[in-house]
């Protein structure tokens, strides 16, 4: 089959193994001197080690490749590691959007009597909210300070009062991140919410977003006529549906007809979900009043 798959040009590796420990999978070695990808059956082709290399001697292909094992990847590398790197390999799946490959990963978990890391990952937030200063902090393996998931919502940040002229509105964000490209869909605050999926615009367009549509809501931002690998968005959906068990999904779109795909998107994504949750349908007009409500 035709799939994504790591790529190594030997000319700039210096086999340096800095890519090594980016690859919990544990589909490359050092060999000769090289870093080398030693089976097809091992990559996911998401590309975590790529950020380690040195010389960019690593780049993502499209080639034919064995299909990606991720039960074998669990039962010969992850597990092996311990907790730790169980939690890092779900995150890294989970970052990715790849919510088959994760509940593979849970199933291979289950059978073998091996407990599931991030199952009570959101009752051990508050030890983390004292150490670092109020904010609660998801285990995470690296990748961008500006994702780092952080939690809010018991630091007195979910609710919003109305506008008073004069006095500054308190906001209603319980997160951090909020794109849907960077959100992780099983991290904490997505848990048994109450989710809102808005186009980027809205909050523009609305004077009073967070007290009106944002208030006592985990959030998800994102743009269907400008942003990429809309799939990625599906299976992230799916995620929170069928991982996080969402309650609700809000869609607040504008009037505008580039707006409708995001509604797709979600409708993609329960198709593909096991579960299924109310969606509520919110069209705001250029001036920011609301056109139409209707779950749909």
Not at 68 to 95: C, F, P, Q, T, W
Not at 155 to 166: D, F, N, Q, R, V
Not at 190 to 215: E, I, N, R, Y
Request: with cysteine; aromatic share 4%.
């Amino acid at each position: 089959m035709k799939r994504q798959i790591i790529t190594i040009d030997e000319k700039k590796c210096t086999g340096c193994g800095d890519c090594i420990p980016g690859c919990p999978e544990g589909a490359l070695q050092v060999i000769d001197g090289k870093a080398r990808l030693i089976s097809d059956l091992f990559c996911d082709g998401l590309g975590a080690c790529i950020g380690h290399c040195p010389t960019g001697a690593m780049n993502i292909e499209t080639r034919e490749a064995e299909p990606y094992d991720e039960k074998r990847v669990m039962h010969e590398s992850i597990a092996k590691g311990g907790a730790n790197v169980i939690a890092a390999h779900l995150h890294h799946l989970m970052d990715h959007g790849q919510s088959d490959f994760v509940q593979q990963a849970l199933e291979y978990l289950q059978e073998q009597g091996i407990a599931n890391p991030l199952e009570n990952e959101a009752l051990r937030q508050p030890a983390n909210q004292h150490a670092h200063g109020g904010h609660h902090h998801a285990p995470h393996a690296g990748g961008c300070p500006g994702s780092r998931t952080l939690d809010f919502s018991a630091h007195g940040k979910s609710e919003a009062a109305a506008t008073i002229p004069g006095v500054p509105a308190e906001s209603a964000l319980r997160q951090w991140p909020i794109q849907l490209h960077l959100v992780s869909p099983q991290a904490p605050y997505f848990q048994g919410s109450d989710l809102l999926l808005a186009a980027d615009c809205c909050a523009f367009a609305v004077g009073d977003f967070h007290a009106s549509f944002m208030k006592g809501k985990s959030l998800a931002i994102a743009c269907p006529k400008l942003d990429s690998e809309m799939d990625i968005y599906v299976d992230k959906l799916a995620a929170m549906i069928d991982l996080s068990h969402i309650n609700t999904i809000t869609v607040a779109i504008m009037e505008v007809p580039c707006c409708g795909g995001l509604m797709s998107i979600v409708a993609e994504a329960q198709r593909k979900a096991k579960r299924k949750v109310p969606v509520k349908k919110v069209v705001i007009t250029l001036q920011g009043k609301t056109l139409s409500e209707e779950w749909v």
